[in-house]
């Protein structure tokens, strides 16, 4: 079973840009499709962006397109997610989350394992 482990979150102000990582174990990473997924406290967890194993095809939520970039390198087995000008509504734990074999979606019914989060916080 593979672990995924995040890295990278901290806080920031706004305006500011973070870059987070996810490294997953085993040798089957290309395999994987990838998603970052938030959640902030009393929300629903909300898609942000998702990659094929490929990365030929990448999809993003709306609150974040044109901010976050989302990248993999298969030779390293991670997993990256750049954020760019962030905002305030930015604030939240973000989860790697891969599925093998699975394609590249929003929804996070198409994965199967996770990591155990990162926090971002970015103040005004």
């Known amino acids: 079973q593979v672990q995924l482990v995040e890295s990278g979150g901290g806080s920031v102000q706004a305006g500011g840009s973070l870059n987070l990582s996810c490294s997953v174990s085993g040798r089957t990473f290309g395999t994987y499709a990838m998603g970052w997924f938030r959640q902030a406290p009393g929300k629903e967890r909300e898609a942000v962006a998702a990659i094929s194993w490929s990365s030929t095809t990448t999809y993003y939520g709306d609150s974040v397109k044109g901010r976050f970039t989302i990248s993999r390198d298969n030779a390293k087995n991670t997993v990256y997610l750049q954020m760019n000008s962030l905002k305030p509504e930015d604030t939240a734990i973000y989860y790697c989350?891969?599925?093998?074999?699975?394609?590249?979606?929003?929804?996070?019914?198409?994965?199967?394992?996770w990591g155990q989060g990162s926090q971002v916080t970015v103040s005004s």
């Open positions: 989350e891969g599925g093998r074999w699975a394609l590249a979606s929003l929804d996070y019914k198409e994965y199967d394992c």
